[in-house]
């Protein structure tokens, strides 16, 4: 060990003068190049979260009923059939009502929210505008925006039960529409113009007294400019019946309306050109059309008649006509009782209606101090009300005022309240009163002894007859040799006329023409010559006519 040597002390620089001097080598560490891929593959992902979260879109939470068809991670969030969004999740809302989805949208999506957008869920559906959603029979059901005004951003909605029936955006005009009732209307329902589907009903709701229905209606431009002040708005059913006083009336509508109803409007002709009504006015929705034309009736005149008959097949509203003019209608229909007779009468009350009367010549008087005088002078007139049949099919009555000047004069009773206008009856009752007169008087006829008078007045001439033809009988067997003596009386007569004609003859050669013997001989020729002829049409009268010989010349001759 001591031979060893001795590491030496003395530094490198002292020793490198030596040609034997051993040189150290200082190593260094280098980065392997294995390393290179994770660092450059963690900053391509910091670079993709960088722009991830700069380009993210917003989330937000919609609030759904229930969540039928909506998967997350696969059901899409569309507007106007572009993907903007998707569902990212489902969950149960805290109060377990609702169903919350939450839903991360395309950062082009942020301006489309804000407080006023829409959420609803497409399907397929079946309503009074028709079929929709389709296309999600084949695609699924999808999650469809609709953007309102700009306002503040928020991020939790409400989803719609019902898709919008139109856009927020959509030009036109919102009315309400005031009904009784909500009946046969609902969301959706059409609105027409003459025909023309111009609009629909955005929703229904009660109004605030709860005494009323509100339909909020919209029309759609440039339509909405046929809205006046004056317009009526009414309902139309797909089939309308009715059967009254004037018979049957049958209108049928489009096959939407068959479906769902239908609501129509017009304007009339003079508030065409008038200015448009402002949005959200409020107008009267009308049972039918012809409420319309009830309404714009606005003055009437109570009157009463009485009846002693049946009125069966009179209705309140039936018309009240002058001279088959509707004129008004009736209004009540009571029994009244006579205390002081002893009877009981119809007491029918009905409204004149001034409104429909035109020009000078008018039953009713618009001035009140005039009113019930002019109809005073008619009634003296013999102006008279009646009940009238109007359909032998349905059975409906009405009240038809005119003058029966035959009637006894009578005056208008302003004795009461409300003047009273004298009736006569009805034709048909009249004939049933006279064939009930002649009726009685037949069953207040001794008929016994009138039959038994009869039939003794029928044996007598039964037996009468026979003796005349018995008579008529010997009296034809006595005619035929009665004629044939006279028609040889006749011949003989002829004879005799040749044979004074022949002597005549004779007599001119032996006289002159002026003796008294010829003149006696010409006048005794004519007479047999008048006699032959008188014998000749006897025979000829005879032998036509044999009854002459009972009944006599004249009889025969008629």
């Known amino acids: ?55 993210k879109g917003p989330q937000v939470t919609v609030s759904f009923e229930t969540a039928e068809g909506l998967e997350a991670g696969k059901t899409k969030v569309k507007y106007r059939d572009v993907d903007i969004g998707v569902l990212n999740g489902l969950a149960i809302s805290d109060d377990r009502r609702s169903v919350l989805a ?50 503040k951003t928020i991020n939790h909605y409400t989803a719609l039960e019902e898709p919008p029936v139109v856009a927020i955006d959509a030009p036109g005009r919102r009315y309400i529409l005031r009904s009784d009732s909500a009946e046969s209307l609902d969301l959706r329902t059409p609105l027409y113009f003459r025909g023309l589907r111009v609009g629909e009903v955005l929703g229904r709701e009660l109004n605030n007294d709860r005494s009323s229905v509100d339909f909020i209606v919209f029309v ?14 009414w309902r139309s059913g797909g089939i309308e019946a009715s059967a009254g006083s004037d018979g049957f009336k049958v209108r049928i509508g489009s096959l939407v309306s068959l479906l769902s109803g239908g609501i129509e409007f017009d304007t009339p002709s003079e508030g065409t050109s008038a200015e448009s009504a402002s949005e959200n006015r409020a107008f009267t929705l009308y049972a039918s059309k012809d409420a319309v034309g009830e309404s714009a009736i606005t003055e009437k005149i109570p009157l009463v008649l009485h009846f002693d008959g049946s009125v069966r097949g009179l209705s309140v509203g039936a018309p009240v006509e002058f001279r088959g003019i509707r004129i008004g209608s009736v209004s009540a229909i009571r029994p009244e009782i006579d205390r002081v007779r002893n009877t009981v009468r119809i007491v029918v009350q009905v409204n004149v209606e001034p409104d429909r009367l035109r020009g000078s010549a008018t039953i009713v008087d618009n001035a009140e101090a005039r009113r019930y005088s002019l109809l005073a002078a008619l009634v003296e007139q013999g102006l008279r009300a009646q009940l009238q049949t109007a ?23 302003v004795s009461q309240q409300i003047p009273e206008i004298p009736t006569v009856p009805p034709a048909l009752d009249a004939i049933t009163d006279s064939v009930d007169r002649i009726l009685r008087r037949v069953d207040s006829l001794p008929l016994d002894a009138l039959s038994n008078d009869l039939q003794t007045a029928i044996v007598t001439l039964n037996d009468t007859l026979t003796e005349t033809k018995r008579f008529v009988q ?72 044999p009854e002459a010989l009972i009944k006599g010349k004249n009889a025969a001759a008629k």
Do not use: C
């Open 1 to 55: 060990m001591e031979n060893e040597p001795k590491a030496s002390s003395e530094s490198p620089s002292a020793t490198s003068t030596s040609p034997f001097a051993e040189s150290i080598v200082e190593r260094r560490r280098r980065l392997s190049l294995v390393w290179l891929v994770p660092l450059i593959a963690a900053g391509i992902g910091v670079w993709l979260v960088i722009v991830g979260i700069r380009d």
């Open 102 to 151: 939450t839903i991360d949208f395309a950062k082009s999506a942020s301006p489309y929210l804000t407080d006023t957008t829409t959420f609803w869920v497409v399907r397929p559906r079946l309503d009074a505008s028709g079929v929709s959603g389709l296309g999600t029979i084949i695609s699924g059901p999808y999650i469809e925006i609709e953007p309102g005004a700009p306002g």
């Open 220 to 233: 759609r431009a440039p339509y909405d400019r046929l809205v006046s002040d004056s317009s009526h708005f």
């Open 391 to 413: 359909s032998l099919l349905t059975g409906q009555k009405f009240v038809d005022l005119d003058f029966y000047p035959d009637e006894p004069r009578q005056s208008l009773d």
């Open 474 to 545: 010997t009296t034809n067997r006595n005619v035929d040799p009665m004629v044939a003596d006279l028609r040889a009386a006749a011949v003989a007569a002829r004879q005799a006329l040749q044979e004074a004609e022949r002597t005549t003859a004779s007599i001119d050669n032996s006289v002159g023409e002026s003796s008294e013997v010829r003149m006696r001989m010409a006048q005794t020729l004519r007479e047999l010559a008048g006699s032959a002829r008188a014998i000749r049409e006897l025979a000829d009268s005879l032998e036509r006519n």
